[in-house]
């Protein structure tokens, strides 16, 4: 896979649990500074700046200088093409589980 490509894409930015995790944390309140991310995570302040920035090249994150502090903020837009590409597997698991019930009530 094409590296740029790799930087922009949603799916390889939500592949890492941390990542994950940090998705969850800034979808809970308005924006937090790294000082405050980091006590989540049992690694350092550049870990989870690393983090961040793969989040941040995916779109999933921005963030702004408040003086010395850089606070960051969940942008969900991208989450879209996740959903949009779970909901086709949703709507195949859905037809399964009809299919099966029907077996199953016969």
């Known amino acids: 896979m094409n590296t740029i490509y790799q930087k ?9 649990p941390t990542r994950r ?8 309140t308005e924006e937090l500074p790294l000082h405050e991310l980091t006590p989540y995570f049992q690694m ?13 090249e995916a779109d999933l994150v ?18 879209q093409e996740v959903k ?9 698991w859905n037809e399964k589980a009809l299919l099966l019930k029907n077996i199953v009530e016969e």
Not at 8 to 16: G, H, L, T, Y
Not at 63 to 77: D, H, P, V
């Open 62 to 79: 921005t963030n702004r200088k408040i003086g010395r502090e850089t606070r960051y903020r969940l942008n969900a837009t991208p989450l």
């Open 21 to 28: 995790k940090l998705i969850h944390l800034l979808a809970s």
């Open 8 to 16: 922009n894409d949603v799916f390889v930015a939500i592949a890492d």
């Open 84 to 92: 949009d590409w779970l909901s086709f597997y949703e709507k195949f």
């Open 44 to 56: 350092g302040r550049t870990a989870v700046s690393k983090h961040l920035s793969i989040l941040k």
